[in-house]
């Protein structure tokens, strides 16, 4: 018997490199990303003193910005783009310290280093005044909801008709490739739109999650991510037989987007040979587009970067988890010239 | 006329089909025997454009005149017999009162209107196989492939899958079937005996039995154990060109003896 299971396991590949990845993939993972202590701030400081005290801040708040004739409107504005987590503004008493709590574990981190200042420094958070867990956690909820959605039920549903002989049974149709996975994905897109707007109105309404944004931004950003999942779903099923295969697979896709997308952990309190993997994530960049979008109310131009990065994902997995669907429906090369029709048209009756 | 013409299909270094020529007249129904890997599938997917030839050609109608029920369920287990019926019919352009008339017809004869309501899933094996067939056909194809459509199906639901398949060949289509079951096989107007990807005898029953040389005996005891197999409470031992010994019990071979016959011989001349 125990033969026999060891035979089994080392000719099913995937649970073999399953148990061989996993084990170091959490290693990894817990060992280097699983970290909520944030130990460098990106900092501005703007206004008259800017220079002054930007030499006297401590290591903790690592100056990118320094402007003088900088304003508050200013330091709000670096802040709303993500570029810092602390502004300072000066020429005031006291200072006024602007904290990005967008950023909750960066804002945590800067709140407990400003309160030991005392009362040189007037602390303000933005976007996230009471640094509320849920209202970080949910934009990126509502990411991994389409996530789940998209690769997989996406893949289950593919692989199902796979599985069940229907697909060869489509191939062989007057149906074109194209129209088979625009029907099998259309649903799973309009379920996982539903979706998305239940729980982001749940999250406002429940939770007090604020959307500050424009929401055609936001639709925009999570149909284009959207289109990566499902590409991505379609390439699972391209690489699986059964269901189970399928789930195992999609989980491998999963669980590095759930901890290392900057859901959970911060991306910048990650050591530097992780947080890499985490900027080759789409999640990623849906979390910066709808925490922007939601918490710090970021216009569209602010947030071309991840837009773009998702946008290129898109286009890239979907086209070719598509092209890899569709050569498993017409794998006969139905052009190929060994195929041809008959000269005489044949005619029957009533079959 | 619908066929294949020196096919030759390789999966790796196998050899699923050798130069194999089948056709598949309108208004009859050839059948495709054969035992586990012997190509029957391969044939059958071949003349759908689901595997591509390496070599030969296939003569099929267009998709829209094409009907396949393959090996597999052929139906949609979360939908009911009638919405898997109006999918295909929809992919066929079927619609209106022809595809409700149509859909009638088809339930009626193939004793599932009762069931129309009732989810694929759970339909019986024939009942599910018989809606296959259904969805085979709906559309009036040309050509009808159907991969097994009888096994592990109930002798009565057998019955009526014959029946169906007899009333589309005799409405004109051009019928292939592939068949593990040789007592349907001996029905078909055509029969094509595979064994490795070759054809081994081809012609109609009559034509396959009278070719059929060398004699078959019947005896408790064979004296070649390699050239007899069981019948029954029996053994059938094959005797090629020879004459069998006195005193054995020489019998008319039926389809079932001359494939394993046939085959006995392909493999002796394999191993020599």
Excluded at chain 1, 56 to 73: I, N
């Amino acid at each position: 018997m125990i033969v026999k299971e060891f035979r089994e396991l080392v000719r099913d590949r995937r649970t073999l490199g399953m148990l061989v990845v996993m084990p170091l993939l959490l290693l990894v993972i817990f060992g280097y990303a699983a970290n909520f202590y944030v130990s460098s701030l990106k900092t501005a400081v703007v206004g008259p003193q800017a220079s002054q005290v930007a030499k006297m801040l401590p290591s903790l708040f690592d100056v990118t910005v320094t402007e003088p004739s900088g304003t508050q409107a200013d330091a709000e504005t670096l802040l709303q783009d993500n570029k810092v987590d602390v502004a300072f503004v000066t020429g005031q008493t006291p200072a006024l310290a602007l904290v990005n709590g967008s950023n909750l574990f960066a804002a945590q981190s800067a709140v407990a280093a400003l309160n030991k200042v005392g009362n040189k420094v007037k602390t303000q958070v933005l976007y996230n005044p009471g640094l509320k867990t849920s209202w970080v956690m949910i934009p990126a909820i509502i990411g991994l909801i389409l996530t789940f959605i998209g690769t997989i039920i996406t893949s289950l549903g593919m692989v199902r008709e796979r599985e069940a002989g229907t697909l060869e049974q489509l191939a062989v149709m007057p149906i074109k490739p194209s129209q088979v996975i625009l029907g099998k994905i259309a649903p799973y897109f309009l379920v996982a739109s539903v979706d998305m707007i239940i729980v982001t109105v749940l999250a406002i309404v429940l939770f007090g999650v604020p959307f500050n944004g424009n929401p055609f931004a936001f639709a925009l950003g999570a149909g284009i991510f959207l289109f990566v999942v499902l590409g991505l779903g379609v390439f699972i099923s391209t690489i699986s037989q059964t269901a189970g295969q399928a789930i195992q697979t999609a989980f491998f896709f999963l669980l590095p987007q759930i901890l290392l997308s900057g859901m959970i952990f911060p991306l910048e309190a990650m050591a530097a040979g992780v947080r890499w993997i985490g900027y080759l994530l789409p999640l990623t960049y849906f979390i910066m587009i709808s925490r922007g979008i939601m918490l710090r109310g970021e216009p569209i131009a602010a947030l071309w970067l991840p837009f773009l990065v998702l946008t290129v994902m898109a286009v890239v997995i979907f086209t070719g988890a598509t092209l890899r669907f569709r050569r498993d429906l017409a794998p006969g090369r139905p052009a190929s010239p060994a195929r041809k029709q008959p000269a005489a048209a044949e005619t029957v009756g009533t079959a | 006329m619908f066929g294949v013409r020196s096919a030759t299909v390789r999966f790796g270094h196998t050899l699923a089909l050798d130069d194999v020529t089948v056709e598949v007249p309108g208004g009859s129904v050839v059948a495709v025997v054969g035992g586990d890997g012997a190509g029957k599938s391969t044939l059958l997917r071949a003349l759908v454009g689901e595997v591509p030839l390496d070599g030969g050609t296939v003569e099929a109608p267009p998709k829209q005149r094409l009907g396949y029920l393959p090996a597999s369920a052929g139906s949609w287990a979360a939908l009911t017999v009638r919405q898997n019926i109006d999918f295909v019919a929809g992919i066929y352009g079927l619609a209106g009162e022809e595809l409700t008339a149509r859909r009638a017809e088809l339930l009626d004869r193939a004793s599932l209107t009762p069931a129309a309501g009732r989810l694929a899933a759970r339909l019986s094996g024939g009942m599910r196989r018989k809606l296959g067939f259904i969805m085979a056909i709906v559309h009036r194809p040309a050509l009808l492939i159907l991969d097994e459509p009888s096994t592990g199906v109930d002798p009565v639901s057998r019955i009526d899958l014959w029946r169906l398949v007899s009333e589309a060949a005799a409405s004109g289509a051009a019928v292939l079937m592939s068949t593990t079951y040789l007592d349907e096989a001996e029905r078909a107007a055509q029969l094509v005996v595979l064994d490795s990807g070759r054809i081994l005898v081809h012609g109609s029953y009559d034509q396959v039995r009278a070719g059929f040389a060398g004699v078959v005996t019947q005896t408790d005891e064979p004296v070649r154990a390699e050239w007899a197999w069981r019948r029954g409470r029996a053994q059938h031992e094959y005797w090629p060109g020879a004459d069998p010994p006195p005193g054995t019990t020489v019998v008319a071979p039926d389809l079932e003896d001359i494939v394993i016959a046939l085959s006995l011989v392909r493999r002796n001349e394999v191993l020599s």
